[in-house]
């Protein structure tokens, strides 16, 4: 048998290899990787009978569940690409990457379905809704196939048209970040980038067959989804969770005997102000940390209360997968450090100019390898300001190589080790996402309750950055911040509702160009001597 090289090829060579081993675990209820295949194969000919067409989009709105893991390498299977869309999001927000990106079908639950009716009049490619548990109160929406996932699956195989042929270069995903201009922005991935990624993440991390690994992350996250190529590669099994609270995730590992997490700073800050079950450091082989970087105290925590696993600290862009991450040997001597480039990867520091940054020279981190996605979707100038040619590598090549120029600024030093400064565009990142504060703004002044309002990011102890507004009242009348922050939880998703909003009075300052001056208030607000007190909301990892 050959090495994979598509992304459904991942669980099909497992399933080859062991097919009575377990694959995906939710709750009590375990699928071996037999039983696993044979549902991909059964979805990817029931997505083709129900009219796809090479290289259309699948939605999937779902929570961590098997038709969620199903429906993803299904999509692949049958020649589609796959849209993972993050649960938390609102129907607005659902909508907008519906449309942008030509969704076709959408696999979903009945009641989920119920909350969306407005938006899908709104997305005109879309023909056909897959749906999970369907009954005689599912919304109704006419010009729409409507097929329950029992039906879809039990359509005779052998029968359908044969699965439209695919390449590694062929599109897989589209997975949605947030972008600087305000809506998310669809990173195209190739089956190379993923397949590439599963096999160099699965390397570092040593991988194998008899690990358990906790998918605790979303899978519309690059890190979440992650969870599943690592283990289907190795043929692993992989335990899904849905978790309320962080003593959900100490129960998981406990209970189904986990040896591999991967998490967000913000879920281990909570975890290790707990007490942690003895036994969990005996099997857990290894903690990995993505999404921003994790407090020192909390890693020392950590590393107290699991002295037997092996912390990885990892660093990644949506854009290129993954990218670097730190040898557990290394932490004690450089815990600030990102790492150095992982396997089949390369990571240069580069000067505006394109030529290389000296030592501990802050610079731009740039990315090359067979992990640099294929762009975003339907956004050439976009495209064009992240993905751009090597300079000084075209020279002798008609198809110069492409490398994906993060944003972030980083410096290296003589050893080859990377430190994260900053980003050089506004991005907030709060619990792990990153959130666009043009997005935030937009939303507030949808709601007619603000007359100007400015969002920043300012630093938290637990979610990494918070969410801060600054507004200005609509009219003569006051700003009401209670009907403000009850209105952002209708419309946003938890961690993106702000943690404060301050009531500024008279017009927000102006830079050159008659922007708000986002930087300047940002600056004044963080330097106050004492800033106001905040009007939290509760925020979802």
Known sequence: MTDSTLLHELPAFSAARNPDAGALTDGKETLSYAALQDAI?????????????????VAIYLEKRFETVISSFGTTAAGGVFVPLNPLLKAEQVGYIMQDCNVRILVTSSERLATLGPVLAQCRDLHSLVILNPGPNTLFIPGLQQISWESLLTAPVGHSPKPHRVIDTDMAAILYTSGSTGKPKGVVLSHRNMVAGAKSVASYLENRADDVILAALPLSFDAGFSQLTTSFHVGARV????????????????REKVTGLTAVPPLYIQLSQLEWPAGITEHLRYFANTGGRMPRETLDALRARMPRSLPYLMYGLTEAFRSTYLPPAEVDRRPDSIGKAIPNAEILVLREDGSPCAPHEPGELVHRGALVGLGYWNDPAKTAERYK?????????????????????????EEGFLYFIGRRDEMIKTSGYRVSPTEVEEILYATKLVGECIAFGVDHPAMGQAIQIIATPPGAEPLDVAALLAECRKQMPAYMVPQGIEVATGP??????????????????????????????????
Not at 239 to 254: F, G, I
Not at 509 to 536: Q, S, Y
């Open 508 to 541: 927000l300052p102006r830079n050159p160009n008659g922007k708000i001056d986002r930087k300047t208030l940002a600056t004044a607000w963080v330097e106050r001597p004492a800033p106001p007190p905040c009007f939290c909301a509760l925020t979802e990892i």
């Open 41 to 57: 194969s059964r979805y990817s000919q029931g997505l083709i009978s129900a009219g796809l067409k090479k290289g259309e989009r």
């Open 239 to 254: 335990v899904l969770l849905n978790y309320l609270l962080p003593r959900d995730v100490l129960k998981a590992l406990e």
């Open 389 to 413: 040619p090597l300079p000084g590598r075209e020279a002798g090549l008609v198809l110069p190589e492409i490398a994906v120029f993060s944003g972030d600024t980083v410096r290296m030093d």
